[in-house]
């Protein structure tokens, strides 16, 4: 009986992290850090593995990025020549992040886990001062090569972990000497439907994804992003960056608990 409580539990719990994954998505990423502690705990209790987790995740929370196109696209128009670059590049690097999640072990992935939440979780401590050091040292011009370049390497950790992702992108556009605000968001949502979405077509191919809960993921992952679009204008994003790092912080904290502690 406490099992079955205790499973129904944590099945509603993982519905509001979807819920809540969306809107913290859309104003500022790091939704993974509410919807992976409890879709592991979910998953390994129906006999999946957590790189099957980690893969469902992903997918779940991938449908989320379209929200952000129709914003953006007009932002593109002045970097129409780098779409196709970009493109390419972050298709490689997702594709080689999904290939690898898939070859890693499934202990040596639990290992893993806790030092990725804690680096996520630091890159969002630091985007704030980070931001003004790229807007301090920015390119005076765009270098192609290394921003076609780095924009590969990046995208490699979004296929594989993805949180912080965005804002490691974001930061690296930013030293290539593009520093508008909505073109630097506008060209992170090219990366991330491209990064996340080849690794979405790797799992979907190749891992064990539990698609009932993918799909009820992504519908309430969806529905908060809209939500969250709604109402962003009056929401601080320092404070927002600051409440993400906090839950990251916790959550790593938690998974290296549970991975010393066993």
């Known amino acids: 009986m406490q099992s079955y409580l205790a499973h129904n539990l944590q099945f509603i719990g993982l519905l509001f992290a979807s819920l809540w994954a969306g809107v913290l998505n859309t104003l500022a990423g790091g939704g993974s850090f509410l919807t992976l502690p409890i879709l592991l705990s979910v998953m390994q209790a129906r006999g999946f593995s957590s790189v099957s987790a980690q893969s469902t995740n992903i997918v779940a929370l991938w449908p989320g990025q ?66 003004r050091w790229v807007n301090r040292h920015r390119a005076a011009r765009v270098s192609e090569f290394w921003l076609v ?21 974001m930061a690296w556009i930013g030293v290539c000497g593009i520093t508008e605000m909505k073109e630097m968001i506008a060209l ?22 539990e698609w009932g809960l993918c799909g009820m993921m992504a519908v ?25 790092s906090l839950i990251g912080f916790v959550t790593a904290a938690w998974f ?7």
């Open 66 to 131: 379209w929200s952000s196109v129709a914003v953006f696209r007009h932002d593109l128009k002045s970097h129409a020549h780098r779409i196709v670059p970009l493109a390419v590049a972050s298709l490689a690097g997702g594709l080689v992040g999904a290939w690898l999640l898939l070859l890693t072990p499934n202990q040596r992935f639990l290992h893993l886990l806790p030092w990725l939440m804690l680096f996520a979780a630091f890159m969002f401590f630091i985007s704030d001062p980070l931001g």
């Open 149 to 169: 370049a780095g924009i590969a390497v990046i995208s490699a950790y979004v296929g594989y972990f993805g949180a912080g992702g965005g804002f490691l992108v």
């Open 188 to 209: 992170k949502t090219v990366n991330g439907l491209v990064s996340i979405g080849i690794a979405v077509v790797w799992f979907a191919l190749h891992a064990h994804i």
């Open 220 to 244: 309430l992952a969806m529905l908060g992003g809209y939500l969250a679009a709604h109402s962003s204008r009056r929401v601080h994003p320092v404070w927002m960056r600051n409440i993400v």
């Open 256 to 262: 290296f608990w549970r991975d010393y502690a066993h």
